[in-house]
């Protein structure tokens, strides 16, 4: 059984930087993509980031120059330091993780005020 779990949520004034980590932990073999996706009230689950197992990553447009996503092969972590944040990237962040299935975090909360 596989587990994802985040920490790293909370409440931020508008500008100001979060840093969010999901850690796998279980029966895992190889870790493959891993990403962060999020969902605002009243909106579809959206893709943040996302990084190859190879270090390649991918940015929704909405985020690029001020979100960075990392991992870290033996810890099977992924990380994502978010910048300069606005009051548009309040939502849930949730994990996901390409571990032969995919797998997800419970989520974690980031609030931006104005």
């Known amino acids: 059984q596989v587990q994802l779990v985040e920490s790293g949520g909370g409440l931020v004034q508008a500008g100001g930087s979060l840093g969010l980590s999901c850690a796998a932990s279980?029966?895992?073999?190889?870790?493959?993509?891993m990403g962060w996706y999020r969902q605002a009230p009243g909106k579809q689950r959206e893709l943040v980031a996302s990084?190859?197992?190879?270090?390649?990553?991918n940015y929704a447009d909405s985020v690029k120059g001020r979100f960075t996503i990392s991992r870290d092969n033996v810890k099977n972590t992924v990380y994502l330091q978010m910048n300069s944040l606005k009051p548009e990237d309040t939502a849930v962040y949730y994990c996901?993780?390409?571990?032969?299935?995919?797998?997800w975090g419970q989520g974690t909360r980031v609030t931006v005020s104005s």
């Open positions: 996901n993780a390409d571990i032969q299935h995919s797998y």
């Open positions: 990084i190859t197992r190879g270090g390649t990553t």
């Open positions: 279980g029966s895992i073999s190889r870790v493959n993509a």
